[in-house]
């Protein structure tokens, strides 16, 4: 488990490129959820419909920050974690 992690770590924490596309990506997937979620209040009437599509949105939400968070530890925290390592 722990070389696992310390190869997860190596990979994201070496190209910060990738991880910056990480977190654009995810933010975009974040704002496109709630927006969803906010056509699904605002315009659909009320009905199973409404509630499946806010469902859709929340995912997505969540997927996205999901994402945008992964991006951002690869950036930061693998980081350090990396320079501190190659230190050693």
Same mark, same amino acid.
């Given at each position: 488990? $722990? $070389?696992?992690?310390?190869?997860?770590? /190596?990979?994201?924490?070496?190209?910060?490129?990738?991880?910056?596309? @990480?977190?654009?990506?995810?933010?975009?997937?974040?704002?496109?959820?709630?927006?969803?979620? /906010?056509?699904?209040?605002?315009?659909?009437?009320?009905?199973?419909?409404?509630?499946?599509?806010?469902?859709? &949105?929340?995912?997505?939400? &969540?997927?996205?920050?999901?994402?945008?968070?992964?991006?951002?530890?690869? /950036?930061?925290?693998? $980081?350090?974690?990396?320079?501190? @390592?190659? @230190?050693?």
């Amino acid at each position: 488990m $722990r $070389r696992t992690i310390h190869k997860l770590a /190596m990979k994201l924490g070496n190209n910060p490129k990738l991880a910056l596309i @990480k977190i654009i990506q995810g933010g975009l997937l974040f704002v496109f959820g709630v927006l969803i979620l /906010m056509v699904a209040e605002q315009v659909v009437q009320e009905s199973l419909a409404q509630e499946i599509m806010a469902l859709f &949105g929340l995912i997505l939400a &969540g997927c996205g920050a999901l994402w945008t968070f992964i991006g951002y530890l690869s /950036m930061s925290v693998f $980081r350090i974690y990396n320079m501190l @390592k190659k @230190k050693d």
